[in-house]
């Protein structure tokens, strides 16, 4: 059973659309995440959402923008595609409880490529 | 801000021990965790050590910590072939919402 699970894999589009990216996880945990990770293979965190709080990397530009239609999913979608958001979107999952370890598990990536 | 460093690239042979080393500034750090990234793949968590510890041994990872110098490594014996990936140090955000990531060390493996 996959864990944490995005579709679409790879997703190639032109400069000025608009695209969304899901994010399953069947793990039951509290918490998802965004990241990006860039052509060198930087990896930061995007957003963290539970359902107490949206936490946003203030780096991050008002065009992404992150929705949880339930506890499960949490959907990327991107305004205005630009050739800089080219990179590969990992989505995460962690429990939120204080006195576990943060054990986050990630989907397999979803390679973005702006033309 | 809070920051994890790692040197970029690690080249060893098969059958030897890999070294990969990492350091970060958040002295207030509780976990601190060893993600592995093989080519075309998402991450998968290998490993963690809570920061009361100096050492954690699973299988052939070993992990040491050196709270004092901020200095976290993970050393892969008996490296193989399949070890090659990148790895990532990470280190739980202050507010304990996010991982913060180094870039990655990229271990090459040749036979």
């Not at chain 2, 690690?10 to 958040?26: A, M, P, Q």
């Not at chain 2, 140090?89 to 990531?101: P, V």
Request: charged fraction near 20%; charge should be negative.
């Amino acid at each position: 059973d996959t864990a944490v699970s995005q579709t679409p894999k790879y997703l190639v589009t032109q400069m000025g659309n608009d695209k969304s990216i899901k994010c399953e996880q069947n793990l039951g945990h509290d918490t998802m995440y965004w990241y990006k990770q860039d052509s060198k293979k930087f990896l930061k965190i995007m957003f963290s959402y539970n359902n107490k709080e949206l936490i946003i990397n203030e780096t991050v530009p008002n065009r992404f923008s992150p929705k949880s239609p339930d506890k499960a999913h949490l959907n990327l979608h991107i305004n205005s595609l630009e050739l800089g958001d080219s990179a590969v979107y990992f989505c995460a999952s962690s429990q939120d409880d204080r006195t576990q370890t943060y054990e986050q598990y990630f989907g397999p990536g979803t390679r973005l490529t702006v033309t | 801000g809070e920051d994890v460093e790692q040197s970029l690239f690690l080249s060893v042979r098969e059958g030897d021990s890999s070294v990969i080393n990492c350091t970060y500034t958040d002295s207030s750090s509780t976990y601190l965790y060893w993600y592995k990234q093989e080519p075309g793949a998402g991450l998968q968590l290998l490993t963690y050590i809570f920061s009361n510890m100096d050492m954690k041994q699973d299988q052939r990872l070993t992990v040491l910590l050196n709270k004092k110098d901020k200095h976290l490594s993970l050393r892969i014996a008996d490296t193989q072939t399949g070890d090659s990936a990148i790895y990532f140090c990470a280190d739980l955000d202050q507010a304990g919402t996010a991982l913060i990531f180094g870039k990655g060390t990229t271990l090459s493996v040749s036979s």
